[in-house]
């Protein structure tokens, strides 16, 4: 089994900067990738940033410049640094590690989630 245990959100004013981390323990494939989405009420839930193991990175559009997401591989531990924080970005935000495995096929796991409250 795998756990993820996510830290960091809270209340900031916009413009404010926060950064999330999420440490993952337990039967962790090594190949993976890991990331952080977030859910707004009323909303889907959407993927914000992704790194894989190597380092490779994605954003979606609307926190491209704003947000670094990074890891520690020895740590299984994934960050999201978040600056210029608008109201927008109000949600909670999801840790969330995922892998595939020859024969075994995908498997993904979920932190719990942790509440981003941006004021304006």
């Known amino acids: 089994q795998v756990q993820l245990v996510e830290s960091g959100g809270g209340l900031v004013q916009a413009g404010g900067s926060l950064r999330l981390s999420c440490a993952a323990s337990?039967?962790?494939?090594?190949?993976?990738?890991m990331g952080w989405y977030r859910q707004a009420p009323g909303k889907q839930r959407e993927l914000v940033a992704s790194i894989t193991n190597g380092g490779s990175t994605n954003y979606v559009d609307s926190v491209k410049g704003r947000f670094t997401i990074s890891r520690d591989n020895a740590k299984n531990t994934v960050y999201l640094q978040m600056n210029s924080l608008k109201p927008e970005d109000t949600a909670v935000y999801f840790c969330?590690?995922?892998?595939?495995?020859?024969?075994?096929?995908?498997?993904?796991?979920w932190g719990q989630g942790t509440q981003v409250t941006v004021s304006s």
């Open positions: 337990g039967s962790i494939f090594s190949s993976n990738a």
């Open positions: 969330n590690i995922n892998w595939v495995r020859p024969i075994l096929g995908y498997s993904a796991y």
